[in-house]
């Protein structure tokens, strides 16, 4: 048993993506998990994308117009600050479902969708001289509250400055992570994109950082629990670790998953090109 055996029944939650759920019924206070608990923000991810594609194929479909969607997804941002700062001045016992929420997770995938509609709409956008002006200075301050939030905001009890953070402060952590990724699109020779287009940064971050993400929490805690690690050791062990079990599991799990979805892919394409998707041949007939 020991810490992992007293967690299994989390395995369901985070295999079928509903640990926020889970979490969001605790006390803020609840003991973290030694195993699976970090799921909670893959699981609002994949919620999130189930809402997500069928609007964008509903505007896409229905209205034909990008520049609706702009204006919707706006919406739901304020929409959803606003949510938060109810549920904090009380309509709830704990922080937690604020913290886990799906619902008011919702607006930070938004403002990153946000930011590609209004690329894809603006395609000149990038080449705006006032706009990498703007970034130029944006960038480093975003960069710097990224910072300041992580050194104030723990991960493992309630938040310092948790009003701030529960209400507005996830959202602005959300439009600073838009501004650096955003610096990158415009800056091609910024420190930062630079930096992120490292081969020793970027193959890890494409091939790896999902299984790492996994893997590093229970290492971590197994440490922590079994052999009563200090943070420096702790650190100089899970590193290597994590990304020795992502490795594995890229090639024993993840790519075989990539050869089916690309088999699944093509078949797709060939769907759509013969005119056999039932959505293009819709489009086709109210074309003609």
Request: glycine share 4%; net charge positive.
């Given at each position: 048993n020991g810490i992992f055996g007293d967690h299994v029944g989390e395995i369901p939650a985070a295999l079928f993506y509903v640990m926020d759920f889970t979490r969001m019924q605790l006390p803020y206070h609840?003991?973290?998990?030694?195993t699976l608990t970090h799921?909670?923000?893959?699981a609002i991810e994949e919620q999130f994308y189930l809402v997500w594609a069928p609007l964008l194929l509903i505007v896409a479909v229905r209205m034909r117009r990008l520049r609706a969607l702009q204006?919707?997804?706006?919406?739901v941002i304020v929409a959803v600050v606003a949510e938060?700062?109810?549920l904090y001045k009380g309509l709830i016992p704990s922080s937690n479902r604020i913290y886990n929420g799906p619902d008011t997770r919702a607006d930070q995938l938004m403002l990153g969708c946000l930011l590609a509609i209004v690329f894809y709409r603006r395609p000149a956008l990038p080449a705006s001289q006032a706009l990498r002006r703007a970034l130029t200075v944006l960038a480093p301050l975003s960069a710097a509250f990224l910072v300041a939030i992580v050194t104030v905001v723990p991960i493992d009890g309630p938040p310092r400055y948790a009003?701030?953070?529960?209400?507005?402060?996830?959202?602005l952590v959300a439009l600073a992570a838009a501004i650096l990724i955003a610096s990158t699109v415009v800056l091609e020779r910024?420190?930062?994109?630079?930096?992120?287009?490292?081969?020793?940064?970027a193959v890890p971050g494409r091939q790896w950082s999902y299984s790492m993400y996994i893997w590093h929490f229970p290492i971590t805690f197994?440490?922590?629990?079994?052999?009563h690690t200090s943070a420096p050791v702790t650190f100089a062990v899970v590193l290597p670790a994590t990304v020795a079990a992502a490795i594995v599991t890229r090639a024993l799990v993840e790519n075989r998953c990539d050869r089916l979805r690309a088999r699944l892919e093509t078949a797709a394409s060939s769907a759509v090109s013969e005119g056999r998707s039932p959505l293009i041949a819709?489009?086709?007939a109210d074309a003609a």
């Open positions: 609840a003991a973290i998990s030694a799921t909670w923000s893959l204006w919707i997804t706006v919406a938060r700062f109810l009003h701030f953070y529960l209400t507005i402060g996830m959202t910024s420190p930062l994109t630079r930096l992120l287009g490292a081969r020793w940064l197994a440490l922590k629990a079994y052999l819709r489009l086709r």
